[in-house]
């Protein structure tokens, strides 16, 4: 989900490369605490309120809120002037993902591999891979769209408007898929998980970057005061997968295979995701500018959401939690190699409409070529 500016030319910095590395060490540490110092997970219960851990909301706020800042919600104004790309994305995200997600998992994890995992966590499983499925990706698309050269305008647009839809259909999907599995998840307490853990935060960076442009202008606020946000998204991500992880030490060493397990139907379910939006985004004739953000927006996940509600709803040591943690640590290495997909492949797409001058020049001046040739050979001749 971009978020920083790159350290580096690729265009993915340096915690993003190793995403994957530091969850893992993350869940080292997170089982070691639990395991070596069970007392930690008492006082994490005394503050417990409603299902939901106090210190596990103030670290998801710092986590999501710089986020939120960063999406600018005027561009949804020119939703209007090319809606292709935006159809695709809308209905691979919102027709289409929940739905394979949950038929995956529950084919996976009730089927599959019916005899390695429990009846009790199945269900758990199952419910955290539903909250991964029913949020796309609203922060990260934007380095997978750098690194893919994609067009940074549109990609605004498609976040944005996909951070509105979240707050119309989030909940209602994930109810229904749910009520579908059985799994009872009361509507007071998703509905407050969704106002905590998006409303919240998605006010408090529209205002943040609303009061700071119209005071210091775009250009300080994308170059000066978010970067006094560097870092902290990270720290809090890092320090909630510790607690998480704390929490699960048990179910963990208990099931070490369940996080392969896991991670299974989530893998397929990403390529599944990108190429379904990528190639529908060929045959339409997209641009790849704007195609390949179209198929990374579906095949990354608004882990970070789906993890807070999984925490809220279920609690940090469920196996719901563990499934979205989960999707963090598969993100990265799937997304990158995406990445290399996409940029192997633009050759399937017709090129931007500036270039098409450009290649019809180039093309001029090889039949000049040509034709000059010809006529020397003639003369020759």
Excluded at 7 to 24: A, E, K
Excluded at 91 to 96: D, G
Excluded at 300 to 316: D, I, K, M, R, T
């Amino acid at each position: 989900m971009p978020k920083e500016k790159s350290s580096n030319s690729s265009g993915i910095s340096f915690f993003h490369r190793y995403l994957t590395v530091w969850v893992i060490l993350c869940m080292v540490a997170g089982v070691l605490i639990g395991y070596l110092f069970p007392q930690v997970n008492v006082v994490m219960d005394k503050l417990t309120y409603a299902n939901i851990s106090s210190p596990m909301t103030i670290l998801i706020w710092v986590m999501i809120y710089p986020m939120m800042m960063k999406v600018d919600f005027q561009s949804v104004k020119d939703v209007g002037k090319n809606p292709k790309g935006l159809y695709i994305t809308w209905i691979t995200n919102w027709l289409i993902k929940p739905f394979t997600m949950y038929g995956l998992a529950w084919f996976f994890f009730n089927v599959v591999f019916k005899n390695l995992i429990t009846p009790e966590l199945a269900p758990q499983y199952l419910a955290g891979a539903i909250l991964l499925g029913a949020a796309p990706c609203t922060a990260m698309v934007f380095v997978w769209s750098t690194l893919t050269k994609g067009n940074p305008a549109y990609t605004v647009v498609q976040v944005a408007t996909n951070d509105l839809i979240i707050l119309f259909l989030y909940v209602p999907l994930v109810k229904l898929l749910m009520g579908v599995s059985n799994i009872e998840v009361p509507w007071d307490t998703l509905i407050l998980s969704v106002v905590l853990f998006v409303v919240i935060p998605l006010t408090a960076g529209i205002l943040t970057r609303s009061l700071v442009t119209r005071r210091r202008g775009k250009e300080y606020f994308e170059t000066t005061f978010m970067s006094k946000f560097d870092g902290v998204t990270e720290i809090a991500l890092l320090l909630t997968l510790v607690l998480i992880f704390t929490q699960q030490s048990a179910v963990i060493i208990a099931n070490p295979l369940h996080i392969l397990l896991i991670a299974v139907p989530l893998t397929i379910q990403t390529f599944l995701i990108f190429f379904i939006a990528y190639l529908w985004s060929r045959k339409t004739k997209l641009a790849h500018d704007i195609a390949a953000p179209a198929g990374m927006i579906g095949a990354s996940n608004f882990f970070e959401l789906a993890l807070a509600v999984a925490v809220a709803v279920f609690g940090a040591n469920s196996g719901a939690a563990l499934a979205t943690t989960v999707g963090v640590l598969t993100e990265v290495p799937l997304m990158l190699l995406l990445v290399r997909i996409a940029n192997k492949t633009t050759h399937w797409f017709p090129p931007k409409e500036e270039e098409k001058p450009i290649l019809q020049e180039i093309n001029s001046s090889t039949q000049a070529d040509v034709m000059i040739k010809r006529q020397e050979s003639d003369f020759i001749q």
